[in-house]
């Protein structure tokens, strides 16, 4: 299942040398935070609300799932209770790529 995490762009660096992992959240959870790419935009302003800095300096990576990783939190977005390693990332989406992207 092809979903998406937004993060700052600070992390990017650990992350793809040890994967997403659930001890690193800063939520009343530790899982990794994920949504569907309907919501790219959404988690992008509640990564800048939560963690600070500038939607410019946010980027979205996709990951590539399997389904019984994941749970389910409400319509979009989802949590996954397992760290997830760097070969499961297949691609950086940068701040000016989204802002290339027409409007949904």
Known sequence: ??????????????????????????????????????????????????HGGRVESTVVLEV????????RSRKGLWFCPRDIPPDRIRRVVTFQELAAWPAA
């Open 64 to 71: 590539d799932v399997p389904r019984r990783w994941l749970r």
């Open 1 to 50: 299942m092809l979903i998406r995490h937004a993060t700052p762009a600070r992390d990017l660096a650990s992350i793809l040398r040890l994967g997403l992992r659930c001890c690193r959240s800063r939520g009343r959870l530790p899982v990794v935070w994920a949504c569907a790419p309907g919501k790219t935009w959404w988690a992008v302003i509640h990564v800048v609300r939560r």
